[in-house]
């Protein structure tokens, strides 16, 4: 694939930004507590000094929707539709728990994901995801927002073996550890962004710019 995609996450407490251009993945990563909107646009200009282009070089533009931080989410939201407007190409808004789960298959080459978010006191943000053997993550219609003490029985009515991902298991307790693996992966990553962005491609499954939807999950279970 020749296209060149920038792909930003600013959805949790990481700023996180990733140019792909001829097979090659250029990305930064930083620590953003609460300091997104001071990081990320010198992070943006300096990959893409790095990958020897410009703004507008790029042919997509890609972006975490969440669920994460409201603040965190609306800053790549309004980054990615400045750019899919002002230069006139496609915006993909991909769920930062899938961008979490594609990050383990990355590391770890792990198929069944069960990622939890800190959300607000008592809660997280909850998926299960799968990877299939045509690349493809099935899990969106799992996420959830949910009450930290109704997990164990969701965990308990799970047979496969899961591996743990994200900052929301350091507040769950686990009885059947057996059954669970849990990984160092606490953020997500721009660079996870890409994988999804090619199948979207692929497919042709294209947005304009005023069609884009973030993920904030405010319903609880």
């Known amino acids: 694939m020749s296209d060149i995609i920038l ?25 953003c507590k609460k300091e997104h909107t001071i990081k990320i646009l010198p992070m943006i200009k300096k990959v893409l000094m790095n990958a020897k282009i410009t703004l507008k070089d790029l042919n997509y533009v890609a972006f975490s929707k969440g ?10 939201i309004g980054i990615a539709q400045s750019l899919s407007l002002s230069l006139k190409i496609p915006i993909f808004g991909i769920s ?9 298959w990355r590391k770890y080459k792990k198929k069944q994901i069960l990622v939890a978010v800190n959300a607000k006191i008592g809660q997280v943000y909850w998926g299960e995801y799968l990877r299939n053997n045509t690349l493809l993550w099935t899990g969106e219609k799992t996420e959830s927002l949910i009450k930290i ?33 849990q990984k160092k992966i606490l953020y997500p990553n721009a660079k996870d962004i890409i994988p999804f962005c090619f199948l979207k491609i692929q497919n042709r499954e294209f947005l304009h710019f005023t069609k884009i939807s973030n993920n904030y999950l405010d319903h609880l279970f």
């Open 7 to 31: 792909a930003i996450d600013t959805s949790i407490d990481h700023c996180s930004v990733a140019v792909y251009k001829k097979k090659v993945i250029y990305s930064l990563s930083e620590n």
């Open 67 to 76: 669920p994460g931080k409201f603040t965190g989410i609306r800053i790549s």
């Open 96 to 104: 930062t728990l899938s961008i979490l789960a594609q990050k383990a």
């Open 149 to 181: 003490n109704k997990i164990e029985d969701k965990m308990k009515k799970l047979k496969k073996k899961w591996i743990l991902v994200g900052d929301g298991w350091k507040k769950i307790k686990r009885e059947n550890s057996l059954k669970f693996e």
